[in-house]
């Protein structure tokens, strides 16, 4: 089975500072792995995906995260928070190989840039 | 990128009545649709998968008489909630997969806020 963790509930962070929001995934097969945003009441918005290839993925307003298969790990980075950066970030996998391209989502992170 | 767009945005409803949410791909044809449900501060759980021209797949747990889907066209999912109650009041969002992309590229909708009084 398909699944994503992500430990953390909530991550503080003060603006201009680094932020990580932590992701480790177990997959069958090859993982697809995938970052959204999402501000209150509205859709997910994508920010990046690992399909294959380099394993520092950029993404969407300076978000990368760094796909580790000896670590399982997916973590969402930034090198300067942004206080609009606040919103609620999931992780997730998508299972191309079992389950016909179906998402499984991570618990979220609700990310806080104070400034 | 492509656009997947949600109506309503939101709906209030009283209980026993239903209501119909409708998904459409606006710029791309998606012969399979998603739906998710997302209670507050907790993660998107999927609900069914919805199949153009054929019957939805519902995940364990959700009741299909309840949650009704129609995938009648390449560009439109509908989500009936029947006879809801105040516990269906959630956040309905759908995702379509983008037929002519070889990468199963998904594109979520903005949502669909049910309250239900």
């Known amino acids: 089975a398909q699944s994503v963790a992500q430990p953390e509930d909530q991550v503080n962070v003060a603006e201009g500072n680094p932020l990580t929001v932590k992701c480790t995934y177990s997959v069958s097969g090859n993982p697809y792995l995938f970052w959204y945003v999402q501000y209150p009441n509205r859709g997910l918005q994508f920010l990046l995906k690992y399909i294959t290839g380099d394993n520092l993925v950029k993404g969407s307003y300076g978000f990368e995260a760094e796909f580790n298969k000896s670590q399982t790990s997916f973590h969402l980075k930034k090198p300067s928070a942004l206080v609009s950066d606040s919103a609620l970030y999931f992780c997730a996998v998508r299972d191309d190989q079992y389950n016909f391209n179906k998402f499984y989502f991570g618990s979220g992170t609700k990310l806080n840039v104070k400034p | 990128g492509a656009v997947v767009s949600q109506h309503p945005s939101w709906v209030i409803c009283k209980s026993g009545t239903s209501v119909k949410i409708e998904c459409r791909s606006l710029?791309?044809?998606?012969?399979?649709m998603f739906w998710y449900r997302q209670f507050p501060k907790q993660s998107l759980m999927l609900m069914a998968t919805?199949?153009?021209?054929?019957?939805?797949?519902?995940e364990q747990g959700v009741e299909k008489d309840k949650f009704l889907i129609n995938h009648a066209s390449l560009t439109l999912s509908t989500l009936t909630v029947t006879s809801a109650h105040p516990e269906d009041s959630s956040f309905y969002i759908c995702s379509a997969r983008d037929l002519a992309s070889i990468t199963n590229e998904q594109f979520f909708g903005p949502g669909t806020r049910l309250t239900v009084l």
């Open positions: 710029d791309f044809q998606a012969t399979t």
């Open positions: 919805s199949n153009e021209g054929s019957k939805a797949t519902y």
